[in-house]
Each structure stands twice: as structure tokens, then as C-alpha cells.
């Protein structure tokens, strides 16, 4: 019997959590013919892949994969060519799901059909929950410019997707190997041709927000990735034949984005690039002739270079004063 849900999980140096989170994965209320797990280890160097291993004796239908070491979002397209759901859902490593959740996830995708389903989710830190985002709720599917627009609120995470596996072929959606915040790069991507959104409005995943992760540890490779992002949805916004309402959603969150990298490189003392400087000027111009009016900070508007210096001392003040 074909599955109809897929879910994929990347695996790199994760010891200390893939366990809770398979076993999370396979604590539910839905048979397990209709869900598969494929773990694909991304050239793991500590023990990772043997805990998976003994993991796949009690779980026996759990699905490993091994490759050389391809990132996160090479370990992302090689789960998504191996999955054969309907549907397939990227679950982080060292994240979890709530108890018999899957039923009710699976149950709405057979009836509403969608291109994706946007799920709610809590952020764990020091073993609480310290925010937890529920999306609104829609009453029949929105096309993809929409969501983006309406509902998105700025959360581009991989993880609060499920696609449709058919609609990612279809519109050939993989993603972009090598770079971090892949997800900010794919999100807008997909949403440009998607037709069919949908939400659950309720909690479905345990974000673990850890020290070691790619948004605690920021290096120059960080905000270099994300500019290029942030280039690449300025070009499609110049050049997309998309509606309005989904140019104007990117166009915010190129804007929203560059204000947060910049606080990002001044928090972590890392200088700005000649092309990050000429990218600022292209999005004022561009939300000046634009219909919407985003409440950037007054100092960024006026002079790049001087926000960047003036938030970096008042930023790392603060952490010497109150870490």
C-alpha cells in the first residue's frame, strides 16, 4: 500500500535529539501504512546514524539514506526523490511532534486537497515553551499570492509545510543546495504558483531553539546567503509576471529581511558589502513607487552605513550589561 503522508528527515551530528525526535514521528494515532519515515543521513560524524540504525530494528519499516555530506537542503532533495506520499512533510532533526497528531494532519489533506498546509507551532527553550504561533483560520483554500500576503505573518520555516509532492514536481520546486536559510529563499518560491493553501489552526511541532543551530550561530557566510537571497527575490520582483499582491508581499519581506540581516551583521560585528549597500538603495526606490509603506527604522532609511555602526555598539552593550 502506497503511503500517503511522507515524512523526511534530514540528519547531521544530531545525536543528542534524533531519537526523541523519531520517536515522536512514530508515536501517533495513524496507521503506519499511510505514513513513511526517511531519514536521510547527510554524512554524520558522531552517532547519529547508529542510533537511527537501532532504531530502525524496533521501527522496522523506517526508511535511512546515506550520502555524502550535501547540507541541509541537499538531504532535503534527496528525501523528497526517494518519498512516494502524497504528500511529504520536512521534520528538523533535532525538533519533535506532538503525540497522535498525524490523523488529524491527514485527514484534512484527503478532504481539502491542498498545494500545502500551513501548520502552528511552539518554540521550546530550556525545556519550555516559550511562544507558540497559531495561524488564522481559512475557511476554503487561497492561492498561494494570498497566503503570502495575508497569513505567511514572516514564518518562511520549511517545517511549518506540508506539500502536496505532486505540486512540487509539477512546478520542479527543489532546493537550493549549499545555502543557509533555505527557507527563505524556497518559501516565496513556492508560493508564487501554488493555488490551494490551507491551515491548522493548532500546534503541531516543537521548535527546539538551541545554541548550536544555523539562527544562533552567525558567521559572515550567514548574511553573505542571505543578501544573495534577498538579490534573488529583488530580481523576481522586477521581473515576475505575478500578481501584484504577491509583488508587493515579496517586496516586503526583501525589505522586512534586509533590516533584520542588517541587525544580524551589526549584532555579530560583521561588515556590510558594497553590493548589500546598493541592494538598500534598489528597495527604497522600489517601495516608494510601490503600494505599501513599510515602517523601517528612520536611521536605516537615511544612512545604511550609520545604522549599521550605531545598532552594533548599542547591540553588543547590551550583551556585555545583561547576558
Known amino acids: 500500500m502506497k503511503p ?69 537542503s541537499g538531504a532535503r532533495n534527496t528525501g523528497l526523490s526517494h518519498a512516494k506520499g502524497d504528500y511529504v512533510w520536512f521534520v528538523d532533526s533535532d525538533d519533535w511532534l506532538p503525540a497522535n497528531c498525524l490523523k488529524q494532519i491527514v485527514d484534512t489533506l484527503k478532504i481539502k486537497s491542498p498545494d500545502l498546509l500551513w501548520l502552528g507551532h511552539s518554540v521550546v527553550h530550556n525545556g519550555e515553551i516559550i511562544r507558540t504561533y497559531i495561524p488564522a483560520p ?71 531553539m538551541r545554541e548550536g543551530s544555523i539562527v544562533n550561530k552567525v558567521k559572515a557566510k550567514n548574511v553573505e546567503n542571505r543578501f544573495f537571497i534577498l538579490e534573488n527575490h529583488y530580481k523576481r520582483y522586477k521581473e515576475t509576471t505575478s500578481s501584484n499582491l504577491y509583488r508587493n508581499a515579496l517586496l516586503y519581506t526583501c525589505i522586512e529581511s534586509f533590516a533584520g540581516t542588517i541587525k544580524m551583521a551589526a549584532r555579530s560585528g560583521i561588515k556590510l558589502s558594497h553590493s548589500s549597500r546598493s541592494l538598500w538603495k534598489l528597495l527604497k526606490t522600489a517601495e516608494k513607487k510601490s503600494e505599501i509603506n513599510y515602517p523601517y527604522d528612520k536611521l536605516l532609511a537615511i544612512n545604511l552605513p550609520l545604522y549599521h555602526r550605531v545598532y552594533g555598539v548599542l547591540a553588543r552593550t547590551y550583551k556585555l550589561l545583561f547576558k
Do not use: M
Not at 545555502?179 to 527563505?184: A, F, K, Q, S, V
Open 4 to 72: 500517503f503522508l511522507s515524512i523526511v528527515v534530514p540528519v547531521y551530528n544530531v545525536e543528542a535529539y534524533i531519537e526523541k525526535c523519531l520517536r515522536s514521528v512514530y508515536n501517533q494515532d495513524l496507521s503506519p501504512v499511510q505514513f513513511e519515515v526517511i531519514v536521510v543521513n547527510d554524512g554524520t560524524k558522531d552517532k547519529s546514524l547508529e542510533i537511527c540504525e537501532v532504531l530502525q530494528k524496533e521501527f522496522t519499516d523506517l526508511k535511512i539514506i546515506s550520502q555524502e555530506n550535501k547540507g541541509l
Open 138 to 208: 481559512i475557511d476554503e483554500p487561497v492561492a498561494g499570492d494570498e497566503f503570502f500576503a495575508h497569513h505567511l505573518q514572516g514564518l518562511y520555516y520549511i517545517w511549518k509545510f506540508i506539500y502536496s509532492r505532486e505540486f512540487l514536481s509539477n512546478n520542479n520546486l527543489f532546493f537550493y543546495e549549499g545555502l543557509l536559510y533555505e527557507d527563505l529563499e524556497f518559501t516565496p518560491r513556492a508560493l508564487e504558483v501554488a493555488q490551494r493553501c490551507i491551515t491548522l489552526t493548532d500546534s503541531f511541532y516543537f521548535y527546539l
